[in-house]
Structure formats: C-alpha cells, structure tokens
C-alpha cells in the first residue's frame, strides 16, 4: 500500500505500518528504509545489520554487491561469479581493476605470470602510454618524497621529487646506473668525485675506490692511505 497527499510518496506494510519506501516531495530523494532521505538514494537498515545494494543477473547465477557490513565497513563485492572488479574514471583515458586480489591501473592483465599464478600471487600493476610511476612520499612536510617508474626502456629506482634528481637507474640491457640515467656499463657511477666504498664488517676496514680530478685511487678509509 502507499500513501500520498500534498507531502512525501510512502510505501508501507499495512499490517506494521512500516514505511518501506519513501519519496520526498520537495526534493524527489528516495529512501528505502529511510523516511528523511538526504540524498537522490539512501537505502538504511537497524544499527547491527547490512546495508547492502544487489545487482543480479536474472537467473541469479552472477551478483555484485555494495554494501556496508556491520563494522561499518564499506565493501564492493563480486559474488556467485568470477567476473572482475572494473572501474572507469574515464572513458578514454585506462581503468583500474580488480582480478583476483590484484590491482591493475590502466591495465585489464594486473598478474604477470613470471611472477605466479593469479591464484598464488597479489600483484599491483600500472600501465600508463608513457610513463608507469608510483610516488611514495614520507612526511606531511614533504622533504622525502620518492617515486619509481618505468618508460623510455628505463626502470627509474629512486627519483628524488624534492631534489628534481635520478638516483638510480636501470636500462633495458640491466646496466645500472647511479647518478646518470645513460649508463654504460653493469655498474655506471658518475658524479664530481665518484667513489665505491667496500667495507670487511668482521674486521671494520673499509676500502674505497674512487676517481678525483681525472686522478683513479684506492684507499685504505681507516687510515687515509692510498694503495
């Protein structure tokens, strides 16, 4: 049965007097189990229970579910299926999605399968036209601020967003490269004096090997003395 005068559209159970549905008269809002609905849907339920929003197949073989559980959580849920989790922030411009635990961010194939299966491993992949880039920022204030990525045949380790600065660098033939993004060789060193430091921690003695001035030395570090 539903009521309705110069107010609001209700719906209600007859025999409780539950109101079930309700339509707003001022706004056109619509309220399942809510009789002041303060947006176009709110769908509510007891303090304890599920609030959940179905979407079904009509042989009920393949549901989605929104829903809030009662630890006040929200979960987006595909149930009785095995279809994917698909968002489209824009129609053009990739998607995000959800394949069996892994997330892909521009890309529906988020498992690589060097890696595993879809089944043994929980895989974040990100695909952009030219860059793929994650950005890992470690205080409020900014000062560390570090991103990965790959693009240009080139996985970029550590860029330093502060700095404006590549710390290291691989390319496609696996050299690596710390202070230029071009290396040369499997370890590419380049700075205004580089050095590599090797250290024995049994006995505390480091060695370094560094170039200064055009000049290449080896030093023992613990007592300044060039070999």
């Known amino acids: ?29 619509v309220g399942i189990g809510a009789d002041s609905p303060g947006a176009k849907l709110v769908i509510a339920t007891a303090a304890g229970a599920n609030t959940q929003l179905r979407l079904e197949r009509a042989d009920g073989a393949e549901t989605g579910q929104i829903y809030m559980d009662t630890s006040d959580d929200l979960n987006i849920r595909n149930t009785g299926g095995s279809g994917d989790i698909i968002l489209y922030p824009h129609e053009t411009q990739g998607n995000t999605i959800v394949k069996n635990g892994s997330l892909g961010i521009g890309t529906t194939s988020p498992v690589n399968t060097a890696w595993g299966t879809a089944i043994n491993t ?42 404006g ?10 050299y690596v490269g710390i202070g230029t993004t071009t290396p040369d060789a499997l370890l590419d060193l380049e700075s205004a004096t580089p050095a590599l430091r090797i250290n024995d921690t049994d006995t505390n003695a480091p060695y370094e090997l560094k170039v200064d001035g055009g000049t290449f030395s080896i030093k023992e570090v613990s007592n300044s003395r060039t070999l």
């Not at 719906?11 to 549905?21: A, D, G, I, Q, R």
């Not at 900014?142 to 550590?158: C, D, E, H, K, Q």
């Open 165 to 174: 600065r590549h710390n290291i660098v691989v390319n496609s033939s696996g």
């Open 122 to 163: 929980r895989q974040l992949s990100l695909e952009g036209s030219a860059y793929g880039v994650i950005t890992l920022q470690g205080s409020a204030t900014a000062l560390t601020n570090y991103s990965m990525g790959v693009g240009n045949n080139r996985f970029y380790m550590a860029y330093d967003n502060v700095a």
């Open 1 to 29: 049965r539903f009521q309705s005068g110069t107010a609001d559209i209700t719906f209600y159970n007859s025999s409780t007097s539950l109101e079930h549905v309700t339509i707003k008269n001022n706004s056109g809002n």
